[in-house]
């Protein structure tokens, strides 16, 4: 069966340090890969997506980004931290057309 | 602002059903989903409706579609303490995406 791990659960930075968030796949192949945030009490926004190793959209410009340096990983990543990046960070994988499954989460903390 | 409109909040007594509603824009969408969010943690698929379907029940659930009025409902039988979370609808739109509601909190009181 397939799972998807996120990594850390928990993370408080300051304003300004760099950011990497992880998350990874396994249990299937080539799958559609998202990153979402969460603000607190509110819906989700839809931050990347990428549905091949070499293809990853931005829906949203920021100073965030995302890599995917294999099939099955993805990365958020960003060089300086803003207050405004706390949020709850979902990871979710693909692989028909739509169906989306998500990870547990990374509570982050901006200060 | 958002495709996928939800009510934010619902109370509702342990053993009476739940409905929660949901209204979206994209008469081109092909699935519509029901997500559920427990405190701290990640979404889970709790269903979803094609859609060429009006209805669609597993166990307590019922999904109700209104293609014509751009309608989703949840319904949940004998709504249990369990059920207590941030409810999500979702329609597929185009490239690989979905396009979320705001989210349905629901309270269950005893």
């Known amino acids: 069966s397939q799972t998807i791990h996120q990594w850390p659960a928990t993370l408080v930075q300051p304003v300004g340090s760099p950011l990497s968030l992880e998350c990874t796949v396994e249990g299937t192949s080539n799958p559609n890969l998202y990153w979402y945030r969460q603000a607190a009490g509110r819906g989700l926004q839809l931050l990347f997506y990428s549905i091949g190793i070499d293809q990853i959209s931005s829906e949203v410009p920021q100073n965030l980004s995302a890599s995917r340096p294999q099939d099955r990983q993805f990365i958020l990543s960003s060089k300086k931290l803003l207050l405004s990046d706390s949020g709850f960070y979902l990871c979710?994988?693909?692989?028909?057309?739509?169906?989306?499954?998500f990870g547990p989460g990374t509570r982050l903390t901006v200060l | 602002g958002e495709d996928v409109e939800q009510s934010l909040f619902l109370s509702v007594r342990e053993g009476d059903s739940s409905v929660i509603n949901c209204t979206y824009t994209d008469s081109s969408s092909t699935y519509l989903y029901w997500y559920k969010q427990e405190p701290g943690a990640g979404l889970q698929l709790l269903t979803y409706?094609?859609?060429?379907?009006d209805m669609k029940q597993d166990q307590r659930l019922t999904v109700l579609l209104n293609k014509k009025d751009k309608h989703l409902s949840l319904r949940i039988a004998d709504t249990q303490t369990g059920d207590s979370a941030i409810y999500f609808c979702a329609e597929s739109i185009h490239d690989y995406k979905l396009s979320f509601g705001a989210g349905t909190t629901v309270t269950v009181r005893a």
């Open positions: 979710a994988w693909g692989q028909r057309m739509n169906e989306q499954f």
């Open positions: 409706i094609f859609s060429n379907m």
